[in-house]
């Protein structure tokens, strides 16, 4: 079955530490990938998207993620999180042109 | 620069009441779409459209409705109220092309049926 997948419910780290968020996903074919971010009270904002080409794609606010297509993985990075990093982040399978399908999300606390 | 608006921000509901959760964007996209947000469950898509006039079914429609008579609106419609429908509802929009172009989320609904 089609499924993305966000091992981590919380994630807490030390501000200016790095921070890797997991996604995995399920699909038959060659996918595109998102990660998205929701502040509290928010809606939804695009960090990044992976269709095709180099497999390390940067997004904005210093974010970065790389697809290992081996592993089915989709994985979040930063080199330093800052306090204003804290938030929900989604991973996101595109898997038609309307019905894109999101993981439970990962909830990052920052600590200062 | 308003994006995608979605009133009410809030609201309560009782068992089997009905409500219309309305959505606007001003950015003249062709594509909307409803999602639903359970905690620990991310999102759903309820239903979208391509385009005035043509509206169609996601991953999650039973209970809802929808209507498309513009391009700038598109309503989401709760006749009869079940609990299970209490979630966060957000609408979002795109340009050419759907969900491979960016997404753009209005900040939400939250509805508790009671």
């Known amino acids: 079955a089609q499924s993305v997948t966000q091992p981590d419910i919380h994630i807490t780290v030390s501000e200016g530490a790095s921070l890797e968020l997991r996604c995995n996903y399920s699909?038959?074919?060659?996918?595109?990938l998102f990660w998205y971010v929701q502040s509290p009270g928010q809606g939804l904002q695009l960090l990044l998207k992976?269709?095709?080409?180099?497999?390390l794609v940067q997004g904005i606010k210093g974010f970065e993620a790389e697809f290992k297509r081996s592993q089915s993985s989709f994985n979040l990075r930063k080199p330093s999180v800052h306090w204003s990093d804290a938030a929900e982040y989604f991973c996101?399978?595109?898997?038609?042109?309307?019905?894109?399908?999101f993981g439970a999300g990962t909830r990052l606390t920052v600590k200062p | 620069n308003a994006g995608v608006t979605q009133t009410p921000k809030f609201r309560i509901l009782k068992i089997g009441q009905s409500m219309t959760l309305q959505c606007a964007q001003d950015?003249?996209?062709?594509?909307m779409y409803w999602y639903r947000q359970d905690p620990g469950m991310g999102l759903k898509l309820i239903y979208y459209?391509?385009?005035?006039?043509?509206?169609d079914k996601g991953e999650v429609p039973n209970g809802y409705n929808v209507s498309r008579s513009t391009t700038e609106d598109f309503p989401l419609r709760l006749e009869l109220a079940a609990p299970s429908q209490t979630s966060v509802y957000f609408c979002?929009?795109?340009?050419?092309?759907?969900?491979?172009?960016?997404?753009?989320f209005g900040q939400g609904t939250r509805l508790t049926v009671v």
């Open positions: 979002a929009s795109s340009s050419r092309g759907g969900l491979n172009t960016e997404a753009f």
């Open positions: 996101a399978v595109l898997y038609n042109n309307n019905d894109m399908r």
């Open positions: 699909y038959g074919a060659t996918p595109y």
């Open positions: 992976y269709f095709s080409g180099d497999t």
């Open positions: 950015m003249n996209h062709n594509y």
């Open positions: 459209s391509v385009g005035a006039g043509i509206t």
